[in-house]
C-alpha cells in the first residue's frame, strides 16, 4: 500500500509570492490533516478536511486555505507569503478521522520563503 | 487549550541503555488519547506508540514502553537497548475524543552513541 504522498518536496519563494502544496493520502483515507512545523514553534495544527469539508481549523491567518477533492487528495495555499512561512509542511491522513485512528504523515514540503 | 510539553530538548544513550523521554500535558478531559512519534532525519513522521487514557495499562511495544501517570499528566516513553536506528526527534502528541487535531509537544532529539 502506497503511503502518504506530497508534492513538492522542496519550494524556494519570495515574500509576497503564493505557494500551493499538495497531499495525496493513503488509498482509502478520506481525513486529511495539515502542520507546519518550525524550530521554535514545534508542529502547529493548520486544518483537517474530511469529504471534501474542512471539519477543523486551527489558529492561523486567513493567508492559509486549504481544499480537499473528491479523490480525497488535498492541498494548501498559502497567499502573500512572509519570511516566517518557511516551515516543513506535513499532512496526516487517516481513514475517517476517528480518535482511535493512527494518523499517518507524509515526507513533508519544505518552504523557503525569501 | 490542550498543551504538551517536552522539557528535554536533547537527550543522548548509550546503545544497548535505556533511555526515558519524558512529557508532561494539560488537559480538562477526561478521555483523550496520548501518542509518541518519531521523526528520523528522513523526516517521515511514525507512530511509536500510544495510550487510551481509559486504560490504565500502560502500553508497550516491543522495546518501548510508556509509563501513563493520568492523575500526574504524565506520559513518558521508556526505550530499552537502544539501537542506533532510534537516533531521531521525539514528539509526544495529545488527541482529544472530539476533532481529529492533534497537539505535539516541541520535541526530543535523540542521539545514539556507539
Known amino acids: 500500500k502506497a ?8 519550494l524556494i519563494k519570495t515574500r509576497g509570492q503564493q505557494v500551493t502544496l499538495s497531499c495525496s493520502p493513503i488509498s482509502g483515507h478520506r481525513s486529511v490533516s495539515w502542520y507546519q512545523q518550525t524550530p521554535g514553534q514545534g508542529l502547529q495544527f493548520l486544518f483537517e478536511y474530511f469529504s471534501e469539508t474542512q471539519r477543523n481549523k486551527g489558529n492561523f491567518p486567513g493567508r492559509f486555505s486549504g481544499r480537499q477533492f473528491s479523490n480525497s487528495r488535498s492541498e494548501m495555499n498559502v497567499s502573500t507569503l512572509e519570511l516566517g512561512d518557511s516551515a516543513l509542511y506535513l499532512c496526516a491522513t487517516n481513514r475517517a478521522g476517528e480518535v ?4 499517518y504523515f507524509g515526507p513533508g514540503t519544505r518552504l523557503l520563503v525569501l | 487549550a490542550q498543551t ?8 543522548s544513550v548509550q546503545e544497548a541503555e535505556t533511555v526515558t523521554l519524558s512529557c ?6 477526561s478521555d483523550y488519547y496520548l501518542f509518541w512519534y518519531k ?11 500510544r495510550q487510551e487514557a481509559y486504560k490504565q495499562q500502560n502500553a508497550t511495544e516491543n522495546r518501548f514502553s510508556v509509563n501513563f501517570q493520568k492523575a500526574a499528566k504524565s506520559f513518558s516513553l521508556k526505550i ?9 526527534m521525539y514528539f509526544c502528541a495529545y488527541r482529544a475524543y472530539t476533532g481529529n487535531q492533534f497537539y505535539f509537544g516541541t520535541g526530543t532529539s535523540l542521539t545514539v552513541i556507539p
Do not use: C, F, K, N
Open chain 2, 4 to 11: 504538551v510539553t517536552q522539557s528535554q530538548p536533547e537527550m
Open chain 1, 100 to 103: 482511535q485512528e493512527t494518523q
Open chain 2, 39 to 49: 521523526q528520523p532525519p528522513s523526516r517521515q513522521m511514525i507512530l511509536v506508540i
Open chain 2, 80 to 88: 530499552s537497548d537502544s539501537q542506533l536506528g532510534d537516533a531521531a
Open chain 1, 3 to 10: 503511503g502518504v504522498t506530497q508534492t513538492p518536496r522542496y
Open chain 2, 24 to 29: 508532561t500535558y494539560d488537559t480538562s478531559e
